[in-house]
């Protein structure tokens, strides 16, 4: 999420339109680039050496915001060389990971200014099929990438003992320069959840829309290779224009279950539920 975040601060998001094409463009090249990143780096810190601090450099970012074409697709992108401060750059093989749903989300702001936003799962229907005390054993092996080389080079997230898997939750804090809390938010959704809550920051953070309306547009949303876009009447709108751009479109029924709560400088709380699945927003 800090990625997509990253690169799209080269461009100039304030005031856009949420819901256009050429924002929807923006967060699909910046998502091709973050999973492609994603993908080669991230897995377990304590087992495997991960260039966080590279990844987040803001002269990389720039320099990767910069493969980013207003009127055209990159296709598909290929994972950086973030810096590294110590030692040389970890050597990995591309990995890829099921990531099946059966995730759920709540955010909450309490009356005396805690909050918690929190993404559980058990990665798949009935997770492991074992129940130990009314909670199901979830079974988060999925995550891991189940081939453990890629073209002779070892991959980052594949499976090992005493491993944990990588996961696509993002429950999400945002603060001011002053250190308040100003938003809480999260979603369900597998690999996809990344791209709803950056697409949701987004709209409510530069799009400047409440977030009721952040979570109730059009779903667009890159794991790189392909621009899933949400299949519906605004998302079928935008196709044509992104296929010429060169995305491949496909369309599907979003899964997203984002929860929301903005906090108004008054002090008083936004809620939103995303209405593609059970929730509600309730406050005193």
Request: hydrophobic fraction near 40%; proline fraction near 7%.
């Amino acid at each position: 999420v800090l990625q997509i975040l990253g690169l799209l601060e080269a461009f100039d998001l304030a005031g856009k339109d949420p819901a256009s094409v050429e924002v929807a463009h923006l967060l699909a090249e910046a998502g091709s680039l973050a999973f492609a990143d994603r993908n080669q780096y991230v897995a377990d810190a304590d087992v495997v050496t991960v260039p966080v601090e590279g990844l987040l450099d803001r002269d990389y970012l720039k320099s990767r915001a910069m493969l980013i074409e207003l009127g055209k697709s990159m296709g598909r992108a290929e994972p950086g060389e973030p810096p590294v401060k110590k030692g040389a750059l970890p050597t990995y093989g591309n990995g890829r990971a099921p990531e099946l749903p059966s995730t759920t989300h709540f955010s909450i702001v309490d009356q005396w200014g805690n909050a918690v936003s929190m993404t559980s799962s058990i990665e798949n229907a009935f997770g492991a099929r074992l129940m130990v005390r009314g909670f199901l054993l979830n079974n988060q092996l999925t995550d891991f990438s189940f081939a453990p080389t890629s073209y002779g080079k070892p991959v980052a997230n594949a499976a090992g003992p005493g491993k944990r898997p990588r996961s696509s939750m993002s429950p999400t804090l945002v603060f001011d320069q002053d250190g308040n809390l100003v938003l809480a938010l999260g979603s369900p959704g597998g690999p996809l959840i990344i791209g709803f809550v950056a697409q949701t920051l987004v709209a409510i953070l530069d799009g400047g829309l409440d977030p009721q309306a952040a979570i109730d547009q059009p779903r667009v949303v890159s794991t790189n290779g392909r621009v899933h876009v949400e299949a519906d009447a605004q998302g079928y709108a935008l196709s044509p224009r992104l296929t010429a751009m060169g995305h491949n479109v496909v369309f599907r029924r979003i899964t997203s279950g984002l929860h929301a709560i903005r906090i108004r400088k008054d002090g008083t709380l936004a809620g939103a539920a995303d209405p593609r699945r059970e929730g509600v927003a309730l406050g005193d």
